[in-house]
């Protein structure tokens, strides 16, 4: 038996976009026509009300119980304009290992994570830092997304100098199961409360009385909920409050994951992802190149103020903003430079018929007997001038 979701999408136009097994939708909240109303929500970007008809009378969310739901069709009526979810936003999440910049979003991660997985007692050299929207799809997509669904989390573009696709609001820390998981979009990232969920409406673990804290971040899994015990785990309090996970960022992959899991066949997948291009990709692709900071590089003291303050786009700090973006464009390139060297040198050992072990091999042994012969040489010189010495006197 399966739940049957339609969306307005339009005035009096309505899309069939999903079907969930009711067992899975018992497992992961209390109150599932709750549930559907925050995913309908994360979706399609606009808020609005569940019913059991096309423009029918809103159901009760109180009162209908996990026990209690029945399957069957519900539709979510939209209010205002839609932004509706990428289907793709959560494609190529993996860990950032790789460059520089990201090294630093790591090591930042970390210290607001306290150095341990946010869902497990796993210390921080045994875990990874994930990006919730993923690092590939860049600081021009969290911008589009602000100017999209940002009214709704009252977030306004001008914080982007300091939240670009590298800050901690945008990323945590988890152990590498959790984070081989996470990439795979097994799981997501649920915050409570939120405009259709209490904290109370998801199951809760942590409690010795079974009672939810004022404010959740709870990690559930869609595929294979049973073999991790940290499904419906919450994430332990970490850092100060500005630097949590913005629910911006959560709701939105939050809806991918569950699109990407029951969406109600191929032409609806083609349509969202034809609305992506449409609308937030075709924003991302007419907007310059990003100029955005990492959290670290912001209010840095690197010294006294150089630019010119009769310049009429003077303002203080301005040459530390300078700095920083071409720090991060050095280390970018340093980075892409060294990724492209070792392709090339992985296609050389290849075309030889040699594998990168035994090259790297060989180039040991070369170094090693140059060393052996350098040292060679230095005795000899030695034993020469201890000789000349001896026969001197």
């Known amino acids: 038996m399966s739940v049957h979701l339609h969306i307005e999408v339009q005035d009096n136009s309505w899309l069939h976009i999903l079907s969930v097994p009711l ?3 018992r497992g992961l909240c209390h109150r599932p026509l709750k549930w559907l109303r925050f995913v309908s929500f994360a979706i399609c970007g606009a808020r ?15 009162n209908t119980l996990a026990a209690e739901f029945q399957a069957g ?23 950032s290992v790789y460059t520089l910049c990201r090294q630093d979003f790591r090591t930042r991660i970390a210290q ?16 990874e830092a994930a990006h919730v929207i993923p690092h590939c799809k860049g600081h021009n997509y969290i911008a589009a997304l602000v100017t999209g669904r940002g009214s709704l989390y009252g977030v306004k573009n001008d914080v982007l100098e300091e939240h670009g696709i590298n800050s901690v609001q945008n990323g945590l820390l988890m152990n590498k199961i959790l984070h081989s998981a996470f990439e795979q979009n097994h799981c ?12 109370d409406d998801i199951p809760y673990l942590d409690g010795p009385d079974g009672s939810a804290p004022d404010a959740r971040c709870t990690l559930q899994f869609v595929h294979n909920a049973l073999s991790f015990p940290e499904h419906n785990r919450d994430a332990r309090p970490s850092g100060p409050e500005d630097d949590q996970l913005w629910s911006l960022f959560t709701d939105l992959t939050y809806g991918a994951v569950v699109f990407q899991k029951w969406f109600a066949g191929d032409a609806i997948r083609a349509w969202f992802r034809s609305k992506a291009a449409e609308g937030i990709l075709a924003t991302v692709a007419a907007m310059p190149p990003a100029q955005v900071l990492h959290d670290d590089e912001l209010g840095q003291d690197s010294g006294p103020e150089e630019d010119d303050p009769n310049d009429p786009d003077w303002t203080p700090g301005t040459h530390v903003l300078k700095a920083a973006h071409r720090r ?5 390139g340093a980075a892409r430079l060294s990724q492209a060297l070792d ?6 050992c290849f075309m030889r018929g040699t594998t990168i072990e035994a090259e790297l091999k060989k180039v040991q042994d070369v170094e090693e007997r140059a060393e052996q012969r350098r040292k060679a040489e230095s005795r000899a010189k030695a034993a020469a001038w201890c000789n000349a010495q001896a026969a001197y006197e």
């Open 23 to 25: 067992a899975d939708i």
């Open 48 to 62: 609005g009300d569940i019913s059991m008809t096309e423009g029918g009378d809103t159901v009760d969310y109180e």
């Open 73 to 95: 069709h519900y539709y979510y009526n939209a209010q205002g304009p839609r932004h509706f979810v990428d289907p793709e936003v959560i494609e190529n999440r993996h860990s």
């Open 112 to 127: 607001r994570d306290r150095h341990q997985c946010l869902f497990s007692p796993v210390p921080w050299n045994y875990c």
């Open 188 to 199: 997501a990232l649920l915050k409570t409360p939120n405009f259709a969920l209490r904290t």
């Open 328 to 332: 991060s464009a050095e280390e970018e």
């Open 343 to 348: 392709v090339i040198f992985m296609i050389q």
